[in-house]
C-alpha cells in the first residue's frame, strides 16, 4: 500500500525483525493496527487485484466466531480461562503483571486453537465485514438464524475478539462491540479470509 500506518512498526516494538523497505517501518510479523475499516476494504481491493489465485474479504460476525471456537463452547477457545502466558490482554484480575501494553508478534504465545489460528483472543481486536446489530442471530421475528450477515445498512462495523489494551471480559468468543468504520486506534486490526478464485 506504500505506507504503514501501525503506531507500533518502530524498531523497538520488534528488534529482531524490523524491516525498513523504501522508507517505510515494518514490525512484519506483528498485526497491523490503527486502520479503519474503511482502509482494510481499500486493502482488499488492492489484494484482489493480484494474479496468486486468491480472493480475499472480511469474514461475516459468523466466520469469525466460527473460527475463532474451533468447536468449543467454552468463554475462550482455550478454556473457561486465560491467562498472560497465553494471551496478550490487560490482566485486570492481577493488576500489572503480564501487561504488555502493545501488540505482539503474531505466534509468539502458544494459543494457537484447534484449527491452528492465533491470538483469535487479544493482540488486537479485529474488524469483520457485517454492519452491526444488537439483534444478532435473530431474524425480524426474533427467531435464530443461521449464519446470520448482518443488517444492510446501519452506522457501525462489528469488531471482535478484544485486545491487548482489554480486560478478559473482552475477549470472550461471543463478546462483540462496534465501531465507526472510518475510526483508526491503536487497539483494532483485521484478519482476512481467503478462498480460491
Known amino acids: 500500500m506504500g505506507d ?3 503506531v507500533f512498526k518502530k524498531e523497538s516494538n520488534c528488534r529482531f525483525e524490523h524491516l525498513v523497505i523504501n522508507r517505510t ?3 512484519p ?4 493496527e490503527g486502520v479503519s475499516w474503511n482502509d482494510v476494504q481499500g486493502f482488499i481491493s488492492t489484494l484482489n487485484q493480484g494474479t496468486d489465485g486468491y480472493k480475499y474479504r ?5 466466520e469469525w466466531e466460527y473460527a475463532a471456537r474451533a468447536g468449543t463452547e467454552t468463554p475462550f477457545n482455550l478454556g473457561h480461562k486465560i491467562s498472560p502466558d497465553l494471551v496478550n490482554y490487560y490482566n485486570d484480575y492481577r493488576g500489572a503483571v503480564g501487561y504488555r501494553g502493545k501488540p505482539v508478534a503474531v505466534g509468539s504465545l502458544p494459543n494457537a486453537n484447534k484449527f491452528g489460528l492465533f491470538d483469535m483472543h487479544g493482540n488486537v481486536q479485529e474488524f469483520v465485514q457485517d454492519i452491526f446489530n444488537w439483534n444478532y442471530g435473530l431474524n425480524k421475528n426474533q427467531r435464530f438464524i443461521i449464519d446470520p450477515t448482518g443488517p444492510l445498512a446501519g452506522p457501525y462495523r462489528t469488531i471482535r475478539g478484544g485486545s ?9 468468543s461471543a463478546r462483540r462491540r462496534k465501531l465507526l468504520p472510518s475510526t483508526r486506534n491503536v487497539r483494532t ?3 482476512l479470509l481467503r478462498t480460491p478464485q
Open 4 to 6: 504503514n500506518p501501525s
Open 25 to 27: 517501518k515494518s514490525c
Open 29 to 32: 510479523n506483528h498485526p497491523v
Open 58 to 62: 472480511l469474514p461475516t460476525e459468523a
Open 164 to 172: 491487548w489494551f482489554d480486560g478478559a471480559w473482552n475477549l470472550r
Open 189 to 191: 486490526g483485521f484478519r
